[in-house]
């Protein structure tokens, strides 16, 4: 069976890797093909959440027989394509992530897939001038209970007629595209190749799998709704801040209520800050929350990550997070005990690679870390100024921020992708699982998939300053 790339993509440091050992993690999911792309890995499960939107209320409509002229304007809500261009309640019909004073959110719409695989019609989406932190977010609309597809962009094409991601080649891309069950994520400029540009940028989905969704009883290919968030552009010398909401389920690693105040925070976010400031970016405002009670309780070990659907425990515990802040724009930090997949420690952290903030509740949003407990207390029992815990656990927060801003590993465990960063190093060791032990130079950059260092690229550096969450 081939290695899988999900958890991978989503951002994973081996959990046993930063406290003392190294521990191979095995991972099943979609595979590449040469020829043919991508392919799901039936076998395998990936570590990939559902959709954000509300389902219940996305579902394609019978076709309409209209007589005399379109509607004026599409009305929202009564599944029908009054203005007969094809799709059915776009222009602002859809949920919008909470948005920043600076931030804009554009309805891209829906297009429907004309066939199982391969591209959907092409949306175009006018960037405005002078922003150049955007993002793009497709998601699909199935019936509700229905397991969602595969969906990932096929196409981008910048307003200068470059195209950023090749039909079949989104993992190889210069603009890679992180796949997803049921939804995607575009950053624009997820390489140093890729200039962020006012204008018309076309974008299209497509969905992989071997049955057709169904709408009212029917099969139909399948339609995916795109949407499209933006921020000025930062100035060159100026800082981008980044917001978080940290969450503590069940007082992992202690209650948020103790930890906002105590030394061990203070270590992990000047660990984070000093890591972050060569690329100009630091943390802003830090809001504490405690997931508590019995929701507290089962969430504080997830040990179900690795499913595709509503039982997915991670999916769950930002669901419960986002109720504790509901209309924030920053993303989610969940701090657990342990990331388990069938009962086996999975990662010590996971986030969406090239996150979009504001909207709460979903993966798109959001980070996770573990604290392995009997670790921890040996940490508490440290002096107060030992720098263990910023060392340790500040190091993969950081890391799993550079996932959310849209960088890659600089190298994969299996050594099949690399980052398209161009001033990122390279790991050509033929070994089986590339440790920071087998490739000591590369182990030495925050982004390698077992960082052992905390060096960003100049390359880095701009990719991740891309990223719509990033503020001035």
């Not at 140093?192 to 204008?199: A, W």
């Not at 440790?435 to 130079?441: G, H, I, K, L, Y």
């Amino acid at each position: 069976m081939k290695r899988g790339m999900a958890l991978q993509q989503i951002g994973i440091i081996g959990i046993l890797a930063l406290l003392g050992a190294c521990h191979r993690v095995q991972e099943d999911g979609p595979a590449l093909d040469a020829d043919a792309g991508f392919k799901p890995d039936t076998a395998g499960e990936l570590v990939i959440d559902v959709p954000f939107f509300d389902l219940t209320k996305e579902i394609k409509a019978e076709t309409e027989v209209h007589d005399g002229p379109p509607a004026a304007k599409e009305a929202c809500g009564n599944q029908i394509d009054d203005d007969l261009d094809g799709y059915i309640d776009e222009e602002g019909c859809y949920p919008a992530p909470n948005l920043r004073a600076d931030q804009q959110w554009t309805d891209l719409g829906i297009v429907e897939l004309q066939a199982l695989l391969g591209p959907a019609p092409t949306r175009t989406y006018n960037a405005p001038t002078k922003n150049a932190g955007m993002a793009i977010l497709m998601t699909e609309l199935p019936d509700p209970g229905q397991l969602g597809a595969y969906v990932w962009a096929e196409s981008l094409v910048s307003p200068s007629g470059v195209e950023c991601i090749s039909p079949g080649a989104w993992a190889t891309s210069f603009n890679r595209a992180f796949v997803g069950i049921g939804y995607a994520t575009v950053q624009l400029g997820m390489a140093p190749q890729v200039s962020v540009l006012p204008g018309p940028w076309k974008v299209g989905a497509t969905r992989a799998t071997e049955l057709p969704m169904k709408y009212s009883g029917k099969p139909l290919p399948g339609w995916v709704h795109l949407g499209a968030l933006a921020r000025p552009e930062l100035p060159p010398n100026g800082k981008g801040v980044l917001d978080l909401d940290v969450f503590c389920a069940g007082g992992a690693p202690m209650p948020c209520a103790q930890l906002a105040t105590s030394p061990q925070w203070q270590q992990m976010a000047a660990r984070i800050n000093a890591i972050w400031k060569a690329a100009n970016v630091e943390l802003g405002q830090v809001e504490f929350f405690d997931i508590g009670g019995e929701e507290g309780t089962k969430f504080k070990v997830l040990d179900n990550v690795g499913s595709n659907g509503e039982d997915n425990e991670l999916t769950q515990v930002y669901k419960v997070a986002a109720k504790l802040r509901p209309k924030s724009t920053r993303p989610a930090l969940v701090l657990v005990s342990s990331l388990n997949h069938k009962g086996v420690p999975v990662a010590t952290g996971l986030s969406q690679l090239a996150g979009i903030a504001g909207m709460a509740g979903a993966r798109v949003n959001g980070m996770a870390v573990a604290f392995n407990e009997a670790d921890f207390a040996k940490a508490l029992a440290l002096p107060a100024d030992s720098p263990y815990v910023g060392e340790v656990w500040g190091l993969v927060i950081a890391h799993e921020i550079g996932h959310f801003l849209g960088l890659w590993h600089t190298d994969e465990a299996d050594g099949a992708l690399h980052d398209l960063v161009d001033d990122t190093p390279t790991c050509t060791k033929k070994v089986d699982v590339l440790t920071a032990e087998e490739c000591p130079v590369q182990s030495k950059y925050l982004m390698f998939w077992q960082p052992k260092g905390a060096t960003l690229t100049a390359g880095q550096t701009k990719v991740a300053r891309n990223n719509p969450a990033l503020r001035p």
